[in-house]
Protein backbone atom coordinates (compact mmCIF):
# COMPACT_ATOMS: atom_id res chain seq x y z
CA UNK A 1 0.00 0.00 0.00
CA UNK A 2 1.27 3.72 -1.02
CA UNK A 3 2.40 5.62 1.63
CA UNK A 4 -0.35 8.28 2.54
CA UNK A 5 -0.20 11.86 1.37
CA UNK A 6 -0.32 14.86 3.82
CA UNK A 7 -1.32 18.19 3.64
CA UNK A 8 0.56 20.20 6.24
CA UNK A 9 -1.63 23.56 6.81
CA UNK A 10 1.52 25.78 8.57
CA UNK A 11 3.30 29.19 8.74
CA UNK A 12 6.01 29.98 5.93
CA UNK A 13 8.61 28.33 8.22
CA UNK A 14 6.36 25.72 9.49
CA UNK A 15 7.71 27.12 13.23
CA UNK A 16 4.10 26.90 15.07
CA UNK A 17 3.07 24.94 17.76
CA UNK A 18 5.00 21.62 16.60
CA UNK A 19 6.67 23.08 13.56
CA UNK A 20 9.99 21.90 11.84
CA UNK A 21 10.33 19.01 14.21
CA UNK A 22 7.10 17.86 12.87
CA UNK A 23 7.32 18.25 8.97
CA UNK A 24 10.98 16.98 9.10
CA UNK A 25 9.82 13.79 11.32
CA UNK A 26 6.89 13.35 8.42
CA UNK A 27 9.60 13.65 5.84
CA UNK A 28 12.71 11.39 7.00
CA UNK A 29 9.65 8.54 7.68
CA UNK A 30 9.42 8.72 3.75
CA UNK A 31 5.81 10.11 4.16
CA UNK A 32 4.93 12.61 1.15
CA UNK A 33 3.77 16.33 2.26
CA UNK A 34 2.60 18.97 1.04
CA UNK A 35 2.48 22.34 3.01
CA UNK A 36 -0.27 25.51 2.48
CA UNK A 37 0.68 28.73 3.30
CA UNK A 38 -1.04 32.33 2.65
CA UNK A 39 -0.87 33.78 -0.78
CA UNK A 40 1.24 36.38 0.97
CA UNK A 41 3.94 34.72 2.50
CA UNK A 42 6.31 34.53 -0.76
CA UNK A 43 9.20 33.51 1.82
CA UNK A 44 10.30 30.27 3.20
CA UNK A 45 13.20 28.06 4.00
CA UNK A 46 11.73 24.63 3.76
CA UNK A 47 13.10 21.76 2.86
CA UNK A 48 13.16 21.15 -1.18
CA UNK A 49 11.67 17.71 -0.05
CA UNK A 50 8.03 19.35 0.81
CA UNK A 51 5.87 20.43 -1.88
CA UNK A 52 4.59 24.30 -0.62
CA UNK A 53 1.52 25.39 -1.91
CA UNK A 54 0.54 28.95 -1.62
CA UNK A 55 -3.50 29.03 -0.98
CA UNK A 56 -6.07 31.74 -0.58
CA UNK A 57 -7.05 30.93 2.74
CA UNK A 58 -10.68 32.90 2.70
CA UNK A 59 -11.62 31.18 -0.61
CA UNK A 60 -13.18 27.95 0.00
CA UNK A 61 -12.69 26.72 -3.89
CA UNK A 62 -8.62 27.88 -3.69
CA UNK A 63 -8.61 25.61 -0.11
CA UNK A 64 -10.09 22.52 -1.80
CA UNK A 65 -8.20 22.14 -4.70
CA UNK A 66 -5.10 22.53 -2.20
CA UNK A 67 -6.79 19.34 -0.29
CA UNK A 68 -7.45 17.39 -3.47
CA UNK A 69 -5.49 13.94 -4.45
CA UNK A 70 -4.30 14.01 -0.41
CA UNK A 71 -5.43 11.49 2.59
CA UNK A 72 -4.79 13.47 6.17
CA UNK A 73 -4.57 16.89 7.18
CA UNK A 74 -2.28 18.05 9.67
CA UNK A 75 -3.29 21.78 11.37
CA UNK A 76 -0.08 23.22 12.62
CA UNK A 77 -1.41 26.56 12.80
CA UNK A 78 -2.03 28.81 16.57
CA UNK A 79 -5.97 28.81 17.37
CA UNK A 80 -6.44 31.97 16.59
CA UNK A 81 -8.39 32.59 13.98
CA UNK A 82 -11.55 29.86 15.04
CA UNK A 83 -13.68 30.77 11.67
CA UNK A 84 -10.63 29.28 9.44
CA UNK A 85 -9.85 26.50 12.21
CA UNK A 86 -14.02 25.20 11.24
CA UNK A 87 -13.22 26.03 7.38
CA UNK A 88 -10.26 23.37 7.68
CA UNK A 89 -12.88 20.73 9.29
CA UNK A 90 -15.17 20.96 6.23
CA UNK A 91 -12.86 21.65 3.46
CA UNK A 92 -11.14 18.43 3.81
CA UNK A 93 -14.64 16.53 3.57
CA UNK A 94 -15.41 18.10 0.36
CA UNK A 95 -11.90 17.41 -1.02
CA UNK A 96 -12.15 13.68 0.68
CA UNK A 97 -9.51 13.66 2.77
CA UNK A 98 -9.92 10.65 5.13
CA UNK A 99 -8.35 11.89 8.64
CA UNK A 100 -7.57 14.77 10.46
CA UNK A 101 -5.54 15.99 13.05
CA UNK A 102 -5.99 19.55 14.58
CA UNK A 103 -4.31 22.09 16.62
CA UNK A 104 -6.60 22.52 19.06
CA UNK A 105 -8.78 20.33 21.02
CA UNK A 106 -12.37 19.81 19.98
CA UNK A 107 -14.70 16.98 18.34
CA UNK A 108 -15.64 16.26 14.85
CA UNK A 109 -18.90 14.56 14.17
CA UNK A 110 -19.31 11.14 14.03
CA UNK A 111 -21.30 11.32 10.88
CA UNK A 112 -19.39 13.50 9.04
CA UNK A 113 -17.12 10.69 7.35
CA UNK A 114 -13.93 12.18 8.76
CA UNK A 115 -12.15 10.89 11.21
CA UNK A 116 -9.68 12.27 13.81
CA UNK A 117 -6.99 12.15 16.42
CA UNK A 118 -5.77 14.59 19.05
CA UNK A 119 -2.38 14.54 20.06
CA UNK A 120 -2.39 15.32 23.67
CA UNK A 121 1.02 16.66 24.70
CA UNK A 122 2.78 17.93 27.95
CA UNK A 123 4.76 21.29 28.37
CA UNK A 124 7.51 21.17 25.59
CA UNK A 125 10.58 20.55 27.60
CA UNK A 126 12.04 23.35 24.61
CA UNK A 127 9.54 25.71 25.50
CA UNK A 128 9.99 25.30 29.45
CA UNK A 129 14.39 25.59 29.12
CA UNK A 130 14.05 28.39 26.56
CA UNK A 131 11.96 30.81 28.24
CA UNK A 132 13.12 29.78 31.85
CA UNK A 133 9.34 28.22 32.88
CA UNK A 134 10.84 25.18 34.11
CA UNK A 135 14.08 26.30 34.99
CA UNK A 136 16.45 29.44 34.04
CA UNK A 137 19.68 28.63 33.74
CA UNK A 138 21.23 31.80 34.21
CA UNK A 139 20.18 30.89 37.60
CA UNK A 140 20.70 31.44 40.64
CA UNK A 141 17.53 30.56 42.24
CA UNK A 142 14.98 27.75 40.75
CA UNK A 143 11.85 28.08 41.77
CA UNK A 144 10.17 25.13 42.85
CA UNK A 145 6.79 24.16 42.34
CA UNK A 146 5.02 22.58 45.31
CA UNK A 147 8.21 22.14 46.75
CA UNK A 148 9.10 20.15 44.02
CA UNK A 149 6.85 17.01 45.02
CA UNK A 150 4.11 17.44 41.97
CA UNK A 151 4.64 15.63 38.97
CA UNK A 152 4.21 16.58 35.51
CA UNK A 153 3.76 15.11 32.11
CA UNK A 154 6.47 16.51 29.21
CA UNK A 155 6.65 16.39 26.09
CA UNK A 156 9.65 17.07 23.53
CA UNK A 157 9.33 18.79 19.79
CA UNK A 158 10.69 15.30 18.51
CA UNK A 159 8.22 13.31 20.35
CA UNK A 160 5.54 14.68 18.60
CA UNK A 161 6.48 13.92 15.59
CA UNK A 162 7.35 10.29 16.02
CA UNK A 163 3.87 10.42 17.30
CA UNK A 164 2.49 12.32 14.16
CA UNK A 165 4.01 9.75 12.53
CA UNK A 166 2.66 6.57 14.21
CA UNK A 167 -0.84 8.10 13.80
CA UNK A 168 -0.22 8.50 10.11
CA UNK A 169 1.15 4.78 9.92
CA UNK A 170 -1.34 3.48 11.96
CA UNK A 171 -5.24 4.88 10.74
CA UNK A 172 -7.17 2.15 11.64
CA UNK A 173 -5.71 1.64 15.60
CA UNK A 174 -6.52 5.01 16.15
CA UNK A 175 -10.00 5.71 14.42
CA UNK A 176 -12.12 8.88 16.51
CA UNK A 177 -9.96 8.95 19.66
CA UNK A 178 -7.60 10.64 21.84
CA UNK A 179 -4.00 9.73 21.59
CA UNK A 180 -2.05 10.71 24.60
CA UNK A 181 1.67 11.39 24.30
CA UNK A 182 4.27 11.46 26.37
CA UNK A 183 7.97 11.81 26.66
CA UNK A 184 9.54 12.05 30.03
CA UNK A 185 6.32 11.21 31.88
CA UNK A 186 2.94 11.50 30.06
CA UNK A 187 0.37 13.96 29.95
CA UNK A 188 -3.00 15.82 29.71
CA UNK A 189 -4.30 18.65 27.79
CA UNK A 190 -3.45 22.57 29.51
CA UNK A 191 -5.86 24.28 30.49
CA UNK A 192 -7.82 26.17 28.65
CA UNK A 193 -6.74 29.86 29.67
CA UNK A 194 -3.68 28.42 29.42
CA UNK A 195 -3.86 27.91 25.13
CA UNK A 196 -5.02 31.06 24.81
CA UNK A 197 -2.15 32.27 27.41
CA UNK A 198 0.35 30.82 24.86
CA UNK A 199 -1.27 32.16 21.80
CA UNK A 200 0.09 35.65 22.84
CA UNK A 201 2.88 37.38 21.54
CA UNK A 202 3.78 38.00 25.31
CA UNK A 203 2.16 35.10 27.49
CA UNK A 204 1.37 35.20 30.94
CA UNK A 205 3.22 32.34 32.33
CA UNK A 206 1.92 32.53 35.49
CA UNK A 207 -1.24 31.22 34.00
CA UNK A 208 0.34 28.79 32.34
CA UNK A 209 2.31 27.09 35.12
CA UNK A 210 -1.48 27.37 37.23
CA UNK A 211 -2.70 25.16 34.44
CA UNK A 212 0.46 22.70 34.81
CA UNK A 213 1.48 22.37 38.55
CA UNK A 214 -2.20 23.49 39.96
CA UNK A 215 -3.59 21.13 41.96
CA UNK A 216 -6.49 19.19 40.03
CA UNK A 217 -5.53 21.25 36.39
CA UNK A 218 -4.72 17.58 34.34
CA UNK A 219 -0.74 18.33 34.31
CA UNK A 220 -0.16 14.50 34.47
CA UNK A 221 -1.71 11.33 32.39
CA UNK A 222 -2.41 7.81 34.35
CA UNK A 223 -0.75 4.95 32.13
CA UNK A 224 -4.46 3.58 31.20
CA UNK A 225 -4.64 6.47 29.30
CA UNK A 226 -1.43 6.26 27.17
CA UNK A 227 -1.33 4.99 23.59
CA UNK A 228 1.95 5.13 22.64
CA UNK A 229 2.76 1.56 22.18
CA UNK A 230 0.00 1.44 19.77
CA UNK A 231 2.01 4.03 17.80
CA UNK A 232 5.89 2.74 18.53
CA UNK A 233 6.38 5.17 20.61
CA UNK A 234 8.27 5.25 24.28
CA UNK A 235 8.30 7.52 26.64
CA UNK A 236 11.82 7.84 29.09
CA UNK A 237 11.55 6.07 32.53
CA UNK A 238 15.01 5.56 33.67
CA UNK A 239 17.11 8.35 35.32
CA UNK A 240 19.34 8.35 33.20
CA UNK A 241 17.47 8.58 30.23
CA UNK A 242 15.75 11.71 31.30
CA UNK A 243 19.21 13.32 32.21
CA UNK A 244 20.34 12.66 28.88
CA UNK A 245 17.52 13.58 27.07
CA UNK A 246 17.59 17.15 28.84
CA UNK A 247 21.02 17.49 28.83
CA UNK A 248 20.25 17.46 24.79
CA UNK A 249 18.13 20.21 24.78
CA UNK A 250 19.45 22.17 27.12
CA UNK A 251 22.65 22.09 24.39
CA UNK A 252 20.18 22.72 21.42
CA UNK A 253 17.59 24.85 22.83
CA UNK A 254 19.63 27.23 24.96
CA UNK A 255 23.60 26.67 23.50
CA UNK A 256 22.49 26.67 20.11
CA UNK A 257 24.36 23.58 19.66
CA UNK A 258 23.21 20.71 17.30
CA UNK A 259 24.16 17.25 18.47
Partial sequence: MSAPKIVLVANPQASGPIGLSLLNSLLNAGLPVT??????????TLTPRAQVLHVDYNSLTSLQAAHSNHDILINDLPPRDLNFHLRLIDVPLAAGIKRLLPSKFGRVSAESGLSYILLITGTFL???????????????????????KRKVSISTMAGVGRVAVGAVRSLEATVGG??????????????????????????????????????????????????NEALGVRGLREEEEVREEVREEVREVVLGVVG
Avoid at 35 to 44: D, E, F
Avoid at 128 to 147: A, Y
Avoid at 196 to 222: M, N, Q, T, W, Y
Fill in 35 to 44: VLTRQSNTQH
Fill in 178 to 227: EVAEMRVVSTEELGWRAVEELGKEEPDLGIVARAVFGEGSGGLFEEGRLA
Fill in 126 to 148: EFGLKTGFFVDLSGPKVELFDRG
